[in-house]
């Protein structure tokens, strides 16, 4: 079954850092998507991505954060200076059509800022 | 924003009985509704949705009820397996945003042999 695959799964960095968390989506899905769950908290949508921008954000996904989808296959998310809360599980997601009829989730990353 | 609320962190059915798995939300907006499945270390995982046009939509063990007069749906799993213990999330869209989905904040099922 078709996958979508994140990479690194757990990844520490200094806050202030920049990171870049990298996704492969499944390969004939057009729509792409990044959510975080904080821990113990709900899983929170961060962005959508369709025909190589940005269609939907939320009040979270703010200046620090981008996306980019720099070839045919990669959809990453960019965290330009890290705080401590961004300290949170990340998921990428991908679908077909829209996310009504059930996105494919990745493992996440784990993203821990120190 | 308490949009999608479950309010039961946690439920334990015995293996074999019905579990059943309730959401509550506050958008009318909302017309679509989804049910995910959780392992720990994974993804979510897509069980079934349900439009707001429905009231019922069901799949193998897996039925999902939606009562839109009092914005609550839930999700039986009947007969209940132990590989069903996992956390399960209700989340919402609406019809203007396709793509968002706004999550609960999930209920872990534990399913005793």
């Known amino acids: 079954e078709p996958e979508v695959t994140q990479t690194p799964s757990h990844q520490v960095t200094q806050m202030g850092q920049e990171v870049i968390l990298r996704c492969v989506p499944i390969?004939?899905?057009?729509?792409f998507y990044w959510y975080r769950q904080i821990l113990g908290q709900k899983v929170e949508f961060l962005v959508s991505f369709y025909n190589n921008e940005i269609s939907e954000k939320s009040e979270i996904f703010d200046d620090q954060f981008s996306v980019e989808r720099p070839d045919g296959s990669n959809f990453t998310l960019k965290i330009r200076s890290t705080k401590l809360e961004d300290s949170a599980m990340y998921f990428c997601?991908?679908?077909?059509?829209?996310?009504?009829?059930?996105?494919?989730f990745g493992s996440g990353t784990r993203l821990t800022v120190v | 924003d308490q949009q999608v609320k479950q309010n039961s962190p946690s439920l334990s059915v015995q293996e074999g009985r019905i579990s059943i798995l309730n959401c509550d939300y506050t958008n009318s907006m909302f017309d679509y509704f989804l049910w995910y499945k959780k392992y720990p270390a994974e993804g979510p995982t897509f069980l079934i949705s349900?439009?707001?046009?429905?009231d019922k939509n069901e799949d193998g063990r897996f039925t999902v009820f939606l009562n839109k007069s009092a914005k609550h749906l839930s999700l039986h799993i009947v007969p209940s397996q132990p590989g069903d213990s996992a956390v399960y999330f209700c989340?919402?869209?609406?019809?203007?945003?396709?793509?968002?989905?706004?999550f609960g904040g999930g209920t872990r099922l534990m399913v005793k042999p």
């Open positions: 997601a991908s679908s077909e059509t829209t996310g009504r009829f059930g996105y494919t």
């Open positions: 349900i439009s707001s046009i429905k």
């Open positions: 989340a919402a869209t609406l019809n203007n945003a396709g793509n968002m989905l706004t």
């Open positions: 390969s004939n899905h057009l729509y």
